[in-house]
Structure formats: structure tokens, C-alpha cells
């Protein structure tokens, strides 16, 4: 298998033509892939099911024509753990009707607890932490002798039936160094692990290869990419390597730390011409006494003069955020500070969860004194102020022209994103073309909070 001709990434970026793709094999067996949480997982499933197409599976949507299913854990939230429960329970009526099924469990659910779900869950054939997908082997002989080439896989390798997607996530830094009160992720995923930035470029070609116009480059800190690496390039040093793949329109990356955003790497999205002006960057609370004790090392201010900075040197750029609500201590007080904070930035999206304690972290310590009644109208109090915001920022589109990369279509219109990360509905009229993976220019009729809805301009 040849990735990327041996050379510096830097110098040089290959045409498509120089990147080969693996070749295709068929042993008539069936996999399925169920995967929960965040984009880390679903890239995660992505390179589970590029070695199983390696070994000859092929994949299906009907958990009972698979031979092997694969599930992909998150434990962020209490909720998303329960799900993934609740799954692996339904499954045993499964096993007992087909014991030749083999079943296995990756993702953040697994580190440091194989022996305890190995008790809960008997009916489970193997547990693997997140990104050991050499594990495999021991469920999937036909891996056997190939286990070692698996870690460096690239995540969308598949049957040519299969090829054919626009957008695809890649992970360039695994772990965390920080260590939030909250969070459980460096418990599960471990201290920060670069990629080198010629495996990365490398998997960028062959996405390309195989058609991908958009690639988001993932890590729990994303802008932390690089320091443990000879030379400690930065993210904005992959950011320029990436941005001469032939074929790759679009660059995004999430999610990042507003202690890793330099202004080095804020000059990379406003100069780079195939990085998209979107940045996702947490805040978590709006209050300097919750932050202090989420231990996110940073203050209020901090951030203000971090989206000022971003604002003043990317032009257009579109901002998205994370907000928890309810964390223990969290006052009315604290919590009118983060309404305030995010009155005051007006940013494009926000997501917003309800504090649930995450055992071994250092917040399951402490009492989780807001009651679930107050986590809920605190929850809904942001989501009724965005949904103002939202749909203001939206209105600046209307009458516009806006450029669209297409990637599907849904409830009879074509659907796609602008540079921006806004999602947009479109009609095509007297067309029959085909418009998926295309960069097409929509003009914008009408708007609302979370999308618009136009036509293909003239």
C-alpha cells in the first residue's frame, strides 16, 4: 500500500494521480458499526471499518446480517453511557440466536474497565480502547500478520461501492494533557499523542484520491497538535502542508483550547485560502468562579480578547462555542455571567449540556448541588437566547450569494454548508445534475435560526 511518495510533505504536495488506493477483496462476511458521542468516535469507527474492508468485510445496515458488530462508546455524559448499555443489552438476544456473531466494544467506555464490562457484559466477544484497532485480530483472523500496519490505516480506506463521501473527519492528536474538573476524556484517552505531519498529509491525499472535498481535523485539543513532535511544528504548519492536497477544497479543525489559539494559527484560517473561516472554540462558562474550579486556566477576559483577536483578522468568520450549565457551585449569579458573556460576543452557534458528574474526575467530588429541575431551565434559558441570536446572524445571508460545498440531499433539496459552517437547503430547478461534491454558488431566499434555504444562483 503506498500513501504518499517518500518525501517532505513540505516541499512538495503530489498530484492525485501519485496515490495509490488499496486494492479491493471480498470473503462474503458482513460487518456493522454503531458508534455515539463525537467526532473523535465517528473517525474512530471509520478506520474499525477500513480494516475490516482490508480483511474482506463488507458492511451492512442490518445488525442481524452482520458476522461481526462493532460498538463505540462514549462516556462524556451519564446519558450517552446509557445508551451505549442499553445497546450492548439489546444485542445478547442476538448472540443467542447466532452464537457464530462476534461482538466487540471500543471507545472511552473501555479504558481501564475490561475487566468489570467483561463481567457485565459476557456476551461481548472483545473490548479495545479508543484507536487500538490492532485489537481486531484477536476476532478477525484474516488481520493476522497485518495487526501492526492497522495503527497507521487511513481511516477511509473502503470498497469502491462505498467511496463516494464529500466531507470526512481525520484525527491528528490523541489525548489530553488538561485536566478539567469535568472531564473524563484524559482518564479514557491519555496524555496528547501527535500524529506526524507526513502521516497526516499522506491520509490527505488519499482521502482526496477517493474523492473528499472537506476534511476536519480533529483532536480533543486540536491546537495543541505538534509539540510533542521532532521540530514541534505546529497546527498552523499542518495547516499550510494540508492546504496544497490537490483535490481538498475546504480545511476545518475542532476542537480547540482558547489557551492553544495563537495568533500564528488565527493569521494560518485568515490567509490560508482553502482553510474555512470557522472556528469552535469552548468557553464552558461565563463566570471566572466556574471556570477557576472547571480548571479551564483561562478567565473571561482572556476569551474576550481571544474572539476580538479572531474577529479583527479573520474576515467573515463564524464562531461556535460550548456551554455546561448546573456545575456544582454554579450560582444564579455565576449563571446570569454566562447568559451576559454570550449576549455580549453574539456568537454564531452554541452548544449547551447539563452537568452530569463523570466518576474519577475531580467534580465527583464535590456535591452536585444544582438541583436537575434548575439544570433543565438553565439548559433552555440558553437555548432561547441563542435561538434570538442564531437567527439574526442568519438573517445577514439573506439576498446574499454564498458558495456551497453539497453533500447529500434531504426532504427533496439539496443540502450543504458554506465556508461559515452555516448549513443551506437549495432547489435546483430544471436541472437533473447531480450536485453532490460539487462547490456551487446559492443564493439565499429565506432564513432561519439553524439554516437557510435558496437557489442555485444565475
Request: hydrophobic share 35%; glycine share 8%; aromatic share 6%.
Amino acid at each position: 500500500m503506498t500513501i504518499a511518495p517518500d518525501q517532505d510533505t513540505r516541499d512538495r504536495a503530489p498530484s492525485l494521480d501519485e496515490v495509490e488506493l488499496m486494492p479491493e477483496v471480498g470473503n462474503g462476511k458482513r460487518y456493522s458499526l454503531w458508534t455515539i458521542g463525537c467526532q473523535m468516535n465517528e473517525s474512530e469507527s471509520a478506520q474499525v471499518g477500513a480494516a475490516l474492508e482490508l480483511a474482506g468485510y463488507r458492511a451492512t445496515p442490518d445488525e442481524r446480517d452482520a458476522d461481526i458488530i462493532v460498538l463505540n462508546s462514549c462516556v462524556v455524559r451519564n446519558s450517552a453511557e446509557q445508551k451505549v448499555v442499553g445497546k450492548l443489552g439489546a444485542l445478547q438476544q442476538l448472540k443467542r440466536n447466532n452464537p457464530e456473531l462476534k461482538i466487540a466494544l471500543t471507545g472511552c467506555m473501555v479504558t481501564g474497565q475490561e475487566e468489570k464490562l467483561t463481567k457485565q457484559f459476557p456476551h461481548v466477544d472483545l473490548f479495545f480502547r479508543p484507536s487500538a484497532v490492532e485489537k481486531l485480530v484477536e476476532i478477525v483472523p484474516e488481520l493476522s500478520g497485518v495487526e501492526d500496519d492497522l495503527v497507521e490505516l487511513p481511516h477511509y480506506y473502503g470498497a469502491a461501492e462505498q467511496r463516494g463521501e464529500v466531507t470526512a473527519f481525520m484525527p491528528i492528536i490523541f489525548g489530553c494533557n488538561y485536566v478539567c474538573s469535568y472531564c473524563i476524556i484524559p482518564y479514557r484517552r491519555g496524555k496528547e499523542r501527535s500524529r506526524p505531519l507526513q502521516s497526516v498529509v499522506g491520509e490527505a491525499w488519499m482521502l482526496a484520491k477517493r474523492g473528499v472535498r472537506e476534511i476536519t481535523l480533529l483532536g480533543q485539543t486540536v491546537n495543541a497538535y505538534g509539540h510533542d513532535l521532532p521540530g514541534t511544528p505546529d497546527l498552523a504548519d499542518l495547516l499550510a502542508a494540508v492546504d496544497g492536497v490537490e483535490g481538498i477544497e475546504r480545511i476545518r479543525f475542532l476542537t480547540s483550547h482558547p489557551q492553544k489559539m495563537t495568533t500564528k494559527l488565527i493569521r494560518a484560517v485568515a490567509d490560508l485560502p482553502h482553510v474555512c473561516e470557522h472556528i469552535n472554540l469552548p468557553v464552558q462558562a461565563g463566570h471566572d468562579y466556574t471556570l477557576q474550579r472547571m480548571r479551564r486556566n483561562y478567565t473571561t477576559d482572556d476569551y474576550r480578547r481571544v474572539i476580538h483577536e479572531i474577529r479583527e483578522t479573520v474576515p467573515n468568520v463564524t464562531i461556535a462555542t460550548d456551554i455546561i450549565v448546573g456545575f456544582p457551585g454554579e450560582t444564579e449569579e455565576h449563571f446570569q455571567g454566562t447568559l451576559d458573556l454570550l449576549a455580549e460576543l453574539e456568537l454564531d452557534v452554541v452548544h449547551v449540556a447539563m452537568y452530569s458528574p463523570r466518576p474519577k474526575t475531580i467534580s465527583s467530588r464535590w456535591e452536585d448541588d444544582v438541583p436537575q429541575d434548575e439544570k433543565h431551565r438553565r439548559h433552555q434559558a440558553v437555548e432561547a437566547q441563542q435561538i434570538a441570536i442564531a437567527a439574526r446572524k442568519k438573517g445577514l445571508l439573506l439576498g446574499g450569494v454564498h458558495e456551497v460545498l453539497v453533500d447529500g440531499q434531504q426532504k427533496g433539496r439539496w443540502r450543504g454548508r458554506t465556508r461559515g459552517n452555516q448549513l443551506i437547503f437549495f432547489d435546483a430547478p430544471g436541472t437533473e445534475r447531480d450536485w453532490v461534491g460539487k462547490l456551487v454558488d446559492v443564493h439565499v431566499t429565506e432564513t432561519h435560526a439553524w439554516h437557510a434555504i435558496g437557489r442555485i444562483s444565475e
